[in-house]
């Protein structure tokens, strides 16, 4: 089944925040044992919000999720030799400290690979490890900006706009997975491990290999179109009489269709809209004569007309519409986990399933820091006596909350 297929592997978290998250959160989905590498107070993801939930972050839950949790002081000695030895048995290491940072503390892919040369090391970074920029701070908001893709938001005229949800992160922790996934299968044909340098900006930029396509070819810079689709009309929103709606009827057959709905069968042989080319070129007059007609009904209104002309089209929605809508209920989605202080919480399982995947699986909340210490360390060969030697000089924290979990998340070695 697609959630145990990297059961085995042996990962090594020391991200914070959201990219490097994101990563070891998909990896975790998909079966492996990924333990999360904290500072004594805590990863900084955990400081975010509001909202807070009987003041933990949501937003670290959800990007924490089936991982365990051992805080380690990496600025000691004994911290450090503790991570050397862990590293012996580890399969994944993922880190977005800025470059250079887990070179200050002998952690470099360099120093590790003498240690393992199995691992697979991935660093997540704003600019890449290399180049002039490498060392400059970059947060997602940086990264839309400079990558291009906030001058593209919004309307004409409008100020900057950024993608709400942190698009660069989320997109630059996904790809940072998938380029484990390819190291870890060179590792099981014998070809050893690797050094993984995954830049958010590339990322980001690679994001929009289609509005650069348009770029590269026609030499300008990309309109602000608002919802509109550049290459293609109509396909945007529209207001109706209760919401807004988005209408997709670029495809000949639909355009004449749409035509008909509207009673408006006189626009497909106006020389200004009779090709797709034409519609995009005087697509603000379009959207004038459109607008005006579907403000006239409701939105389920035109929902059952046009569907019932195999025209393409969807509300608006709300996240409260979306929690309502039967494609949500439908969708596998919607989750409740157990966190040991923020309570029952609603969110959302792994979107990828596999057809023969069973319907029980139960994850995990975000742990709780330095919640699975002991557990993990034992697991990694660490004695009962060195875990308490660790704990007295403060290398090492546990939490004084006992795991109320399951805390052996794919425990095992990758086979190679």
């Known amino acids: 089944m697609l959630r145990d297929s990297l059961s085995g592997v042996r990962v090594l978290d020391f991200s914070h925040v959201l990219a490097g998250p994101v990563c070891s959160m998909t990896l975790a989905d998909l079966g492996a044992h990924v333990v999360k590498i904290e500072p004594p107070e805590g990863e900084l993801g955990r400081k975010i919000g509001p909202p807070w939930v009987n003041g933990e972050s949501p937003v670290f839950i959800s990007v924490n999720r089936n991982k365990l949790s051992a805080s380690i002081d990496l600025k000691t000695d004994a911290g450090r030799r503790v991570i050397r030895r862990m590293l012996g048995d580890a399969d994944v290491l993922v880190e977005n400290f800025r470059p250079g940072v887990m070179a200050s503390m002998g952690l470099s892919f360099e120093a590790v690979r003498e240690i393992n040369p199995q691992l697979v090391y991935c660093s997540v970074s704003a600019f890449g490890q290399n180049g002039a920029n490498r060392t400059r701070p970059g947060v997602d908001g940086i990264i839309q900006a400079a990558s291009g893709l906030m001058s593209t938001l919004g309307s004409t005229n409008a100020d ?129 004569l459109l607008a005006s007609k579907f403000t006239g009904h409701t939105t389920a209104d035109w929902m059952a007309r046009l569907c019932a002309r195999d025209i393409i089209c969807a509300p608006v929605a709300t996240y409260s519409d979306v929690m309502a809508s039967e494609e949500y209920s ?11 202080i923020a309570g029952r919480i609603r969110t959302h399982r792994f979107a990828l399933s596999a057809a023969d995947d069973a319907t029980g699986h139960v994850d995990l909340a975000a742990p709780i820091n330095g919640e699975h210490t002991r557990q993990v360390l034992q697991s990694y060969g660490i004695s009962d006596a060195e875990i308490a030697e660790l704990l007295d000089i403060g290398a090492i924290r546990a939490s004084a909350m006992p795991p109320t979990r399951p805390n052996d998340h794919g425990a095992g070695r990758l086979a190679v």
């Open 160 to 288: 900057p706009l950024k993608v709400p949800v942190p698009i660069a992160d989320m997109l630059g922790g996904y790809l940072a997975a998938l380029a484990i996934l390819a190291a870890l299968h060179r590792v099981r044909d014998g070809k050893g491990g690797a050094y993984l340098d995954v830049s958010l900006y590339n990322a980001t930029v690679m994001l929009q290999q289609i509005g650069f396509a348009s770029f590269f070819a026609s030499g300008r810079n990309p309109d602000k179109v608002g919802s509109a689709a550049p290459y293609a009309a109509p396909n945007e929103a529209y207001p109706t009489q209760d919401g807004w709606m988005v209408v997709v009827a670029y495809h000949p057959a639909r355009w004449t269709a749409l035509c008909e709905e509207l009673d408006m069968s006189w626009l497909a042989s106006d020389p200004r809209f009779s090709t797709n080319d034409e519609r995009v070129r005087h697509r603000a007059a379009l959207h004038e």
């Open 330 to 340: 439908q969708s596998g989605l919607a989750s409740t986990m157990d966190h040991p």
